[in-house]
């Protein structure tokens, strides 16, 4: 069973930092994180980022801020968030099992996580 964790969600001031992590506690075939997406109540999911091995895919609005890495040993997917907006705030979900890897659209995932809150004040 694909069981996806998010953490590290937080409230931060403008300018600050967050780092998300996901990790794949199923140990499922193709389960591995890949992506992420976040949503504010209301709005359609967005992309934010997406990894393949050495590539990596981010969407404008975040391109020099966010960074997105995993850890292969501890299945574990990260968003390194630096310079934070209030726009930034949102839900962020990882997700897996995508059917067309380094998409930032979340038609193509399979499995998402539970969502962390990201909150950014100005």
């Known amino acids: 069973q694909v069981q996806l964790v998010e953490s590290g969600g937080a409230a931060v001031q403008a300018g600050g930092s967050l780092r998300l992590s996901c990790a794949d506690s199923?140990?499922?075939?193709?389960?591995?994180?890949t992506a992420w997406f976040r949503q504010i109540p209301g709005k359609e999911r967005e992309g934010v980022a997406s990894?393949?091995?050495?590539?990596?895919r981010y969407a404008d609005s975040v391109k020099g801020r966010f960074t997105i890495s995993q850890d292969n040993a501890k299945n574990t997917l990260y968003l390194q968030m630096n310079n934070l907006k209030p726009e930034d705030t949102a839900i962020y979900y990882c997700?897996?099992?995508?059917?067309?890897?380094?998409?930032?659209?979340?038609?193509?995932?399979?499995?998402w996580g539970q969502g962390t809150q990201v909150t950014v004040s100005s």
């Open positions: 997700a897996a099992g995508a059917s067309l890897p380094l998409s930032l659209d979340p038609r193509w995932y399979k499995y």
């Open positions: 990894i393949v091995g050495d590539s990596a």
């Open positions: 199923g140990y499922t075939a193709g389960s591995y994180p």
